[in-house]
């Protein structure tokens, strides 16, 4: 039995697809229920829906052998997984945006709100530049509108949130993209089943031209 580790919502909807596609469908999941674990012993596969920030938690500690996070999770944290294959999934970019009459004052510290503080500071530090992070948990983009930051450090997908409220990307700092991962320990134990699965899932990335 593999356990799978699904983030909720549209990309878990859209991984899920891949998985019954390569032949580890689970009926049950497509009920609208609100259970969040679901068994197919049949393929011999299991999934749970959790919340997608925490599903890096989860594999990590052994609870799923695998599942599917953002890079962006993987670069704040640094769970210690594998890290399988590039779903080229829930592409976004990691960005720093100010709004628009932003001028740095490389005299003074920058003050830069944001939901990934190590990100932040790892950009930073290559960049040599001194700052003070403002740890938000969600709407960062009204941090500089209020003045409680000059800049952010956040995800941009389609560009509408900063565009509503008159910021702009002033550096995009990492690609991102969903990543399906693995327990360290299990994919020693089970490393025929769970190659087995990526070589399914793989066949199905579509990469871009
Ligand atoms: C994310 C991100 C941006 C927005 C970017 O927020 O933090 O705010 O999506 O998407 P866009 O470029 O397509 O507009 P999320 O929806 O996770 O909500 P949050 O404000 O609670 O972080």
């Known amino acids: 039995m593999i356990s799978v580790a699904l983030p909720k919502g549209r990309l878990g909807e859209k991984v899920y697809s891949m998985f019954e596609a390569a032949g ?13 674990i679901f068994e197919n012993a049949d393929v011999g596969i299991r999934y749970f829906w959790v919340k997608p920030s ?38 976004c970019r990691m960005a720093v945006a100010a709004p628009k009459d932003f001028y740095d004052d490389t005299q003074k510290t920058l003050r830069v709100a944001t939901k990934f503080p190590n990100i932040a500071s790892e950009y930073y530090k290559s960049i040599c530049r001194d700052i003070d ?25 389609t560009g509408t949130t900063l565009k509503e409220n008159d910021l702009e990307v002033i550096k995009n700092i990492v690609p991102i993209s969903a990543r399906l991962i693995a327990n360290k320990a299990t994919f ?22």
Request: with cysteine; charged share 30%.
């Open 188 to 209: 020693k134990f089970k490393t025929t089943e769970i190659e087995k699965i990526v070589d399914a899932i793989k066949a199905q990335v579509k990469y871009d031209d």
């Open 133 to 157: 992070i403002i740890k938000l948990n969600g709407s960062i983009e009204i941090a500089p509108i209020l003045k409680l930051s000059d800049v952010i450090v956040d995800i941009v997908e």
């Open 54 to 91: 925490d599903v890096a938690i989860y594999v990590e500690r052994g609870a799923a052998d695998i599942g599917v996070v953002g890079k962006d999770i993987l670069l704040e944290y640094s769970p210690n997984v594998y890290e399988l294959l590039d779903l080229n999934l829930g592409k």
């Open 24 to 36: 580890y469908e689970c009926p049950s999941i497509k009920e609208n229920s609100r259970k969040l």
